[in-house]
């Protein structure tokens, strides 16, 4: 075939033209590493880099809310173990109290002594996070949530503050003070004993509990009763009303308890006749009410009698109730603190597996480019041979 | 002896005339379009000797160009395809490039949801609330930014498609005054000169790179050159001008019109540069703009309406917390009538991403889209009950006149005017709008949530207590008795209260408004959410994925580009070749047809001193 000397000449360019402009290409590809410099490269796997960039930019969100939630729940938890400790240091000294060699004047220095770790519980409850905000004020986190003139109020509310630690995981990082300090119930958590004022012999009311609290219809109906000792061996349980709906005997000695209707009160020493003890549903009371009823009955000056256990008891149910809500609330940041470390491992996991993933759309295959690299720059070296080649033959050349 | 004379004298002046052609090759082997020409020779009539004949010599009887109809046809469309081609890369290589910059939309909006988290974290937290607007700020401006290359590309598209029919124009005159020197050298001569028809084809095939031609030979060696569509841009002497005129409904857009009839042929021209131009303008650049406006529109109205469901730190319902086009309405240039015709976004999630056109037949308007299927409209087009189709919205007031129409480009501008409608930290709204709480002594197992219904009811945000008289029955703030259906919402002062789990009979829920709750974080959450919220294509895609869409979309045509570019320059490279190895020039040919027509010159040279010396001897021997 014929071919034309100027077509043969621009098609030997054109070729060098294009092993030069793929030796550009790969030159970029080397210098970023990646493949896909361009949508037009992978136009398929540009978008879903695009995607995969998206979820390790979550992933990586996701993880700085976890530090930062950790951060508040360690906070918290450190302000609850204080408080855990304050309480902890009531009820020793609660015990103390309640010892019969106690007197009004050592139990005044115990009171006084309760007079400060009031002042201390105070200060765990208003406690702030790093960034200033009070952390057991709900969401009202920039007012004070406790103010104490006489008796302590509540100013924050119920919310929570949840943080997204993966998708479609919220977690909370907090508990409103309310719930932690304020709302806690009396006595046993399902009924509150309290001795008449005016009873006049020596028994107290001891441990209280319900029979088979699951039961459904619960044994325990949550009204109110009570329990009169019609004699010093002798009791009768009377409803609101005054009905007597059970009568039993009692060993003023050793002791006994008493049981009707789920519930299960334990007494001791020896009721004079008409003494009586009123029983009713659980009620809600704060901490701060509970430290200043121990300080109020501590600070008393009545020896030590009967009235005085009685009310010691009731403090101690209280107390017991307080301390109960400060250990399931740590345990519930704790176990908020665990699910977010699972989270971040889960997260973490993700992470590598999207990084793998992005990684293997767009970056480059270094072997295989230098290779490439190799094989092109011996091609277009071999065209610009050919090319000196055979420009360099002509007929005209030999017509001298 | 004479004869051997004039025998000589033809074979020196044929070999001359060899010569001289190959000089003319050799000349002209670098020439675009040139054809090599060929000498062919014929012997002279002999003379008759009685019984048999003397010959007299040669006569040189045509000089031709080396030429093959077929493969110039080929050559050119070839050409047009080529043109076609590599107009189309260059011109998707230059959108490429903006979207693999560092405008990515991606990381913006990356950068931006986990602003929003982050103020989630931390909502009391005036710095985290500006970082916040910074990175709205950003997005917005990633938003625009884009828009205004993509406009930019536009505009330059304008620009060369002008460019593109006046060379289209000047070639076709040229055409046009070639075919009539040709026509009247083919008048007096017989045959045309091959180089001015090297010249023609030249042009014909240059003009084929521009645009995508058909070309029919005439009987007086003249050509008629048309268009893809059949519109005339030559015939035989005379040369007709396309030209541009604005759009009907957009002056900055520019179309192709015929000279002669004046129509809008934009649509029907292919291949070449202007073909390029035009497709590349309406199947990748539209597409492109109302993909990254569709985006935009969807990331905003989402985050709007989550926005507008929290309360700010001064208490407020959120406002707006982008600002972003709506949908633009052009009126043709020639309507009669005094109609207008305003446009909504009914529902986001129904956006095609096409555009439409309304028209108006003097008694009722009608709807298709731009590539003319019919839509249908719902609803009367009064502003209580306007046309509803394909999410869009529409309201036509004034009286439109028989034929009027108007363009509805629902997406077109709208990342365009993307930008933060708030700059006030305090105004990000971050808190749930109420406090709701169930009663203490609730025994059923319901749980209220309570979203924003209708924002502007003056008494929003007043404290409302329900109670449930039954599981079925309840009352608000002690009023008259309502009956409740499990699963629908209880709905008052503009809110909406939705129980999950079944109330008994007592149940009481309280709702207030959220106050001074500065460590609320709810509507925050709910705002990170949007990130991956299914918006559009009937509220599947999240505005990230429209972008990675669109980033597909872009890439692929690039691709595509470049693959028919690879296979286009084939096509040419393998018509050039043929065409060349009938017409090229090839040096070493010319070298030796140099030294055959030297030779024969130089024997023909021979034979005339032979010649000579026959007569000089014949005279020699007169004279001795």
Redesign the interface.
């Known amino acids: 075939?014929?071919?034309?000397?100027?077509?043969i000449q621009q098609?030997s360019v054109?070729s060098m033209m294009n092993r030069q402009s793929d030796l550009s290409d790969l030159n970029t590809q080397l210098s970023t590493g990646k493949r896909i410099?361009?949508?037009?490269?992978?136009?398929?796997g540009?978008?879903?880099a695009?995607?995969m960039?998206?979820l390790i930019?979550?992933a990586?969100?996701y993880q700085?809310?976890i530090t930062?939630?950790n951060a508040r729940l360690g906070l918290e938890e450190q302000s609850l173990a204080n408080t855990g400790n304050v309480l902890g240091r009531v009820r020793t000294l609660l015990l103390q109290a309640a010892n019969g060699s106690q007197t009004d004047d050592t139990r005044g220095d115990i009171a006084a002594e309760m007079v400060q770790l009031r002042q201390q519980l105070l200060g765990q409850a208003n406690s702030k996070d790093g960034?200033g905000?009070?952390i057991f004020?709900?969401?009202?986190?920039?007012?004070q949530p406790f103010a104490s003139q006489g008796s302590v109020s509540y100013m924050g509310?119920?919310?929570q503050?949840?943080?997204?630690a993966g998708?479609g995981l919220?977690v909370a990082t907090g508990d409103p003070g309310s719930a932690v300090f304020m709302d806690i119930p009396t006595g046993n958590g399902r009924f509150a004993v309290s001795a008449a004022a005016a009873n006049a012999g020596s028994a107290v009311a001891g441990a209280s509990s319900v029979s088979d609290p699951a039961a459904n219809p619960p044994a325990w109906d949550g009204g109110s009763y009570s329990i009169v000792f019609t004699a010093a061996d002798a009791y009768e349980v009377r409803d609101g009303g005054g009905v007597v709906l059970d009568s039993g005997s009692y060993d003023p000695d050793k002791g006994g308890s008493v049981t009707f209707r789920g519930a299960q009160i334990a007494f001791s020493g020896a009721p004079a006749a008409g003494d009586s003890f009123a029983l009713g549903a659980s009620a809600k009371q704060d901490v701060f009410t509970t430290l200043d009823n121990i300080i109020k009955t501590l600070r008393t000056p009545n020896g030590g009698g009967a009235q005085m256990q009685n009310d010691i008891n009731t403090q101690f149910a209280n107390l017991d109730q307080a301390i109960d809500a400060i250990t399931r609330t740590r345990g519930l940041v704790g176990a908020r603190m665990n699910a977010l470390d699972q989270q971040s491992g889960l997260n973490d996991d993700l992470t590598l597996q999207y990084k793998t993933a992005l990684s293997d759309v767009q970056d480059l295959n270094y072997y295989d480019a230098i290779s490439q690299l190799g094989a092109q720059t011996t091609a277009l070296q071999a065209a610009q041979q050919t090319f000196t080649k055979i420009q360099g033959s002509?007929?005209?050349d030999y017509?001298r | 002896m004479a004869d051997m004379l004039s025998t000589g004298v033809s074979g020196l002046l044929a070999s001359q005339i060899g010569l001289s052609t190959v000089s003319h090759n050799v000349a002209n082997?670098?020439t675009d379009g040139y054809s090599?020409q060929v000498v062919s020779f014929g012997a002279r009539l002999p003379e008759g000797q009685g019984g048999f004949y003397i010959g007299t010599g040669v006569n040189t009887v045509a000089v031709q160009r080396a030429y093959s109809q077929f493969l110039n046809s080929s050559l050119w469309s070839a050409s047009s395809g080529q043109g076609r081609a590599s107009a189309m890369a260059s011109l998707?290589?230059q959108l490429?490039?903006q979207?693999?910059g560092s405008t990515?939309l991606?990381?913006s909006?990356?950068?931006f949801?986990?602003a929003v988290?982050?103020m989630?974290?931390?909502?009391?937290?005036t710095a985290t609330r500006q970082v916040l607007l910074a990175r709205a700020g950003g997005l917005a401006t990633t938003f625009r930014a884009l828009s205004g290359q993509f406009n930019q590309l536009s505009g330059q598209i304008q620009q060369q498609i002008g460019d593109a029919v006046d060379a289209i124009n000047t070639d076709t005159q040229s055409i046009a005054k070639l075919n009539e020197k040709i026509r009247s050298f083919s008048s007096t001569d017989g045959t045309p000169p091959a180089d001015l028809l090297d010249q023609r084809d030249a042009l014909v095939k240059k003009l084929a790179g521009e645009v995508g031609i058909s070309v029919v030979p005439q009987n007086d060696n003249t050509i008629s050159v048309f268009a893809g569509n059949g519109q005339a841009l030559v015939t035989g002497t005379e040369a007709h001008a396309l030209g541009t005129v604005a759009n009907v409904y957009d002056a900055t857009r520019v179309e192709v019109v015929g000279a002669g009839s004046g129509s809008v042929i934009s649509g029907r021209i292919g291949g070449g540069t202007l073909g390029a131009l035009l497709d590349f303008r309406s199947n990748v650049l539209d597409p492109a703009q109302i993909q990254l406006g569709r985006t935009a529109q969807a990331m905003a109205s989402a985050f709007n309406a989550q926005h507008a469901q929290g309360v700010d730190l001064y208490g407020a319902i959120g406002g707006s917390f982008f600002d972003v086009a709506g949908p633009a309405v052009q009126g043709a240039s020639g309507n009669t009538g005094s109609g207008t015709v305003t446009a909504s976004i009914d529902d986001i999630g129904a956006l095609s991403g096409k555009e439409y056109l309304l028209s108006y037949d003097g008694s009722a308007w009608s709807m298709r889209d731009t590539s003319g299927n019919a839509v249908a409209l719902s609803g009367s087009g009064t502003s209580a009950d306007p046309f509803k189709a394909a999410g869009l919205s529409l309201v036509v007031g004034g009286s439109a006149g028989a034929g009027d129409s108007f363009r509805v480009q629902p997406s077109r501008d709208a990342a365009a005017g993307f930008k933060l409608a708030i700059d006030d930290p305090d105004k990000i709204a971050a808190?749930a709008p109420f406090?709701v709480?169930a009663g203490a002594g609730n025994t059923g197992s319901a749980s209220p949530s309570v979203s924003i219904s209708d924002g502007s009811d003056p008494n929003l945000l007043a404290p409302s207590a329900i109670v449930f008289s039954s599981p079925t029955s309840y009352s608000i703030d002690g009023g008259p008795a309502q009956t409740f259906t499990p699963g629908q919402p209880i709905v008052h002062n503009g809110w909406s209260m939705q129980l999950n789990g079944a109330p008994q009979a007592g149940d009481s829920f309280s709702l207030q408004a959220?106050s001074?709750?500065?460590?609320?974080?709810?509507n925050a959450?709910m705002l990170?959410?949007v990130?991956?919220l299914g918006l559009l294509d009937g509220g599947v895609t999240s505005a990230?994925?429209a972008?990675?869409?669109l980033?597909?979309?872009?890439?692929?045509?690039?691709?595509l580009?470049?693959d028919e570019l690879t296979t286009q320059t084939a096509v040419y490279?393998q018509a050039?070749?043929a065409q060349?190895?009938?017409?090229?020039?090839?040096?070493?040919?010319e070298?030796?047809n140099?030294?055959r027509y030297q030779q024969a010159y130089q024997a023909s040279a021979q034979v005339i001193s032979t010649a000579n010396s026959i007569f000089n001897a014949l005279l020699g021997a007169v004279r001795s």
């Open positions: 075939m014929r071919v034309s000397t100027s077509w098609q054109g410099n361009q949508p037009s490269d992978d136009p398929v540009a978008a879903r695009l995607d960039s998206h930019a979550d990586a969100q700085r809310n930062s939630a960034q905000e009070y004020a709900g969401n009202r986190t920039g007012t509310d119920a919310g503050r949840m943080v997204a998708p919220q002509k007929l005209f017509l | 082997v670098n090599r998707t290589g490429n490039n979207l693999s990515n991606q990381t909006l990356d950068s949801y986990g988290q982050d989630a974290n931390a909502p009391s937290d808190a406090a709480s959220n001074n709750a500065q460590g609320d974080n709810s959450l990170g959410k990130a991956n990230g994925r972008y990675s869409q980033v597909s979309q872009v890439g692929g045509a690039g691709a580009a470049k490279n050039m070749s060349q190895s009938v017409s090229g020039v090839n040096l070493d040919e070298a030796a140099l030294v």
